[in-house]
């Protein structure tokens, strides 16, 4: 068990792990990501954690980046670095990589599935 201290902390990473994302790769995203970091030395600054489905199956593997509620789909092993380097820089990996939607209006990039209304 962990206690971590948080006091540098920018950014929370939550990694899709459940079953669907697990089947497309979401362990090597895990791992890929987590090296990054660690070999970046950013393990104060960005913090991950593995979660179960997210409710967006089809656009696995999904990676959820807080504070700034950014959702991106089909994430892969290889977008790892430029992920990392993009938080650390304070850019937006949204306008290196395509392979994203974005919360507070949950807009939805092209070719990216509606979905359906929870009952
Ligand atoms: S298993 Fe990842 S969104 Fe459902």
Known sequence: MA??????????????????????GAEEVTQ????????????????TSRTRCNGRCQDKCVIVQYPEGIWYKQFQPNDSSAFVDALYEGVSFDQ????????SKFQRTNNTKKGVFKK
């Open 3 to 24: 206690t971590w201290n948080f006091d540098q902390l920018k950014h929370h990473i939550l990694i899709c792990n459940g079953s669907t994302c697990m089947r497309n």
């Open 32 to 47: 890929s990501i987590r090296g990054e970091i660690s070999r970046k030395k950013l393990d104060n600054m960005i913090h």
């Open 96 to 103: 290196k990589v395509s392979h994203y939607y974005k919360d």
